[in-house]
């Protein structure tokens, strides 16, 4: 009796699993709920496959470096239902991709998204190997070469004022650095060639065309001097190495930041105000409601460098001696003071930043971050968008971004 009763309990399991399994559809078609999608840049979005069943889904995109696509199962995302079936993607580039999602079995979707770009975003650098670097500019990931490579130059600065774009920088005339300023692609030389000369920062500022730097004097030490629609005016008297780093202007007033003798010094309106009593130097200068910003470094005994910010003269670190970093820009907006420097700073908060941090520019809720992926011999030219990097090089030749304007 016990053998019979468990033959119909074995029965009655089979029977329940045969029906169970004839009640299954066989999924023969998936789409994605979104058959079209436009993103600004930066911005991520989740598609999902229908119907969801049990499989895995592998994500592809036509155009990587204008959208990217990576399942929640793969980025550990909690969503609903099946992890596979979702994908998040995340828009890079302007321009155009597609989205395929494919189930093992060979069932495919696609999603067709376009990226948009409602500001003009510019990155000055370079591209090329040692001693045949090319200065370069780039628009919304476009690159344009300011020289011919024949001979070593880079764009270390750009500024855009109304239509006119400035770049400024340097290039090698076969015997010294030439200070150059760029305005739409044509160079203009703010030295004669004579001595080494470098242009480091540009600014506009009521159509007057102010462009920081340094030029060699002939005989003992580098001179810190700005040139205001190509008239130069020295800073410093050269008996000591001095340069200007960046230059601000506000209110009339005109704003430098630089280093001489190995001190960070401040010019204003070319009355110099030294930052520190330290090994130090300023690189970058903002002006915000009659606020002074200034970010640099200061060497500790054993000569590591601290990040620093300075406040109208006040000083805060960034950094520790044992992290041996600097600062190279800083960005005031509203309230928020912004410091980049390999890292990126929000109000002296450590914020997230992939690559080797040079410029950062803010807009709106946006902030922009150009620089490379190495504090030494950078290979790719980046510009990071609220933490999303474009690669602006593809890293055959080294490559750097030095500055980021956004208009």
């Known amino acids: 009796m016990e053998a019979n009763k468990i033959f119909k309990m074995t029965t009655a399991l089979i029977l ?48 990587p470096n204008v959208v990217t696509v990576m399942s929640a199962r793969d980025l550990n995302l909690q969503v ?28 495919t979707a696609t999603c067709e998204i376009s990226v948009t770009n409602d500001k003009d975003v510019y ?55 030439v200070a150059k300023l760029w305005k739409n692609g044509v160079p203009q030389n703010l030295t004669d060639g004579a001595n080494y000369a470098i242009a480091n920062s540009v600014y506009v500022s009521d159509g007057d065309v102010y462009v920081a730097g340094r030029e060699f004097n002939g005989s003992t030490a580098y001179v810190a001097k700005f040139w205001k629609n190509g008239v130069p005016q020295n800073l410093t008297d050269g008996t000591r190495w001095a340069e200007a780093y960046s230059v601000f202007v506000s209110a009339n ?33 903002f002006v915000s409601d009659k606020n002074v910003y200034v970010a640099g470094l200061e060497r500790d005994e054993r000569y590591h460098p601290i990040a620093k910010l300075w406040k109208n003269g006040v000083p805060q670190n960034l950094t520790n001696a044992s992290e041996s970093l600097g600062a190279t820009s800083v960005f005031v907006s509203g309230n928020d003071v912004y410091v980049a420097g390999y890292f990126l700073w929000k109000n002296g908060i450590l914020q997230k930043a992939d690559c080797w941090a040079n410029s950062v520019f803010i807009i709106g809720n946006d902030v922009y971050v150009a620089g490379g992926d190495g504090d030494f011999g950078s290979n ?28």
């Open 253 to 285: 007033d005109v704003y430098v930041a630089g280093e001489e003798g190995g001190v960070a010094k401040l010019w204003k309106n070319g009355t110099a105000q030294e930052l520190s009593d330290k090994y130090s130097r300023a690189n970058s200068v």
């Open 123 to 177: 990155v000055a650098g370079y591209e090329g190997n040692d001693d045949s670097r090319i200065a370069k500019l780039w628009k919304n990931g476009i690159s344009q070469n300011l020289t011919d490579g024949t001979k070593d130059a880079i764009a270390s600065s750009v500024f855009v004022s109304g239509n006119d774009v400035y770049v400024a920088g340097q290039e090698f005339n076969g015997s010294a650095y």
């Open 380 to 407: 790719v030219a980046i510009l990071c968008k609220n933490g999303v990097e474009q690669n602006l090089t593809d890293g055959i030749k080294k490559a750097e971004a030095y500055s980021v304007f956004v208009k």
């Open 16 to 63: 329940l699993v045969m029906a169970t399994t004839s009640c299954k559809k066989t999924v023969t078609e998936i789409v994605i709920e979104l058959s079209t999608l436009t993103l600004e840049m930066s911005r991520t979005a989740t598609l999902k496959v229908l119907p969801v069943f049990d499989q895995y889904v592998t994500w592809t995109t036509s155009n």
């Open 80 to 107: 609903e239902g099946n992890p596979w079936f979702t994908g998040v993607v995340t828009a890079i580039a302007e321009g155009r991709a597609t989205i395929t999602a494919t189930t093992k079995n060979g069932l």
